[in-house]
């Protein structure tokens, strides 16, 4: 028997937040519909009703209550259907300048992975059996957070994986500094992000991963301010 169509969406402000759920979602065989404002949901009209699930890839906005602000009409279409993948810190305590949730904390990839996987799972929906994201000889295993390449299985922190990650998704095209640090999370693992330090962390992503071409790639300073990594012929 044919399984039905799903209609899965993810609601992203964060170009970050955003593009994981929609490259996890593809991982597991799933083509999401992805809307960068509540505007956008409101657009979809009577089809809203229809999704059968709506991820919230970052913190949304709060109203005074603590609950999330959508235009009218959001909320009460998709109800149950609403699923939030940014993690509640466990600190600070509130205050008086804090009163309401505590601050969302920006899941890594093997964050998104896992839960959204789980919630595939638990409620029902299809979705393909979890495979590495594989480059050439580079086999990335988002469950355990660990990189296979010949001769080597590497279990890396949450900001090496992610930016190793980037790299791959986004081989051979040139990414500004910039642009990496809208990608990094800015709470988990990582504290050399600016200037000369980020550019630090990158050269301990070559170095971990053997990015110098022996396997078929290599991580390329390309200018002041951009790296790109390229495929290489393996010797």
């Known amino acids: 028997m044919t399984r039905p169509a799903r209609r899965i969406g993810v609601l992203g402000h964060a170009l970050r937040e955003r593009e994981y759920a929609r490259r996890v979602l593809r991982a597991l065989g799933v083509a999401p519909l992805v809307f960068t404002s509540g505007d956008e949901l409101t657009a979809l009209g009577d089809d809203l009703a229809r999704l059968n699930l709506l991820f919230l890839g970052d913190a949304p906005p709060t109203d005074r209550e603590g609950e999330v602000a959508l235009p009218p009409g959001v909320l009460s279409s998709i109800g149950s259907k609403l699923v939030q993948l940014a993690h509640a810190d466990s600190g600070p305590a509130p205050t008086r300048h804090l009163r309401a949730r505590p601050p969302m904390q920006p899941p890594s990839f093997d964050d998104f992975y896992r839960d959204i996987l789980l ?9 393909a059996t979890p495979k590495p ?6 086999s990335f295993h988002p469950l355990e957070r660990s990189v296979s390449f010949p001769g080597r299985t590497r279990r890396l922190d949450p900001v090496t994986f992610d930016l190793a990650l980037e790299f791959f998704f986004n081989a051979e095209r040139m990414l500004s500094l910039a642009r990496l640090r809208r990608m990094m999370n800015p709470v988990r693992g990582a504290r050399r ?3 000369n330090e980020l550019i630090g ?10 990015l110098h071409g022996a396997h078929g790639w290599r991580l390329v300073h ?14």
């Open 119 to 127: 919630v595939l799972q638990t409620r029902g929906l299809g979705c």
């Open 201 to 210: 962390t990158l050269t301990d992503v070559a170095d971990e991963l053997e």
């Open 193 to 195: 992000f600016w200037g």
């Open 222 to 235: 390309c200018e002041p301010e951009a790296f790109r990594l390229d495929r290489e012929a393996i010797p």
């Open 133 to 138: 994201l594989t480059w050439g000889a580079y």
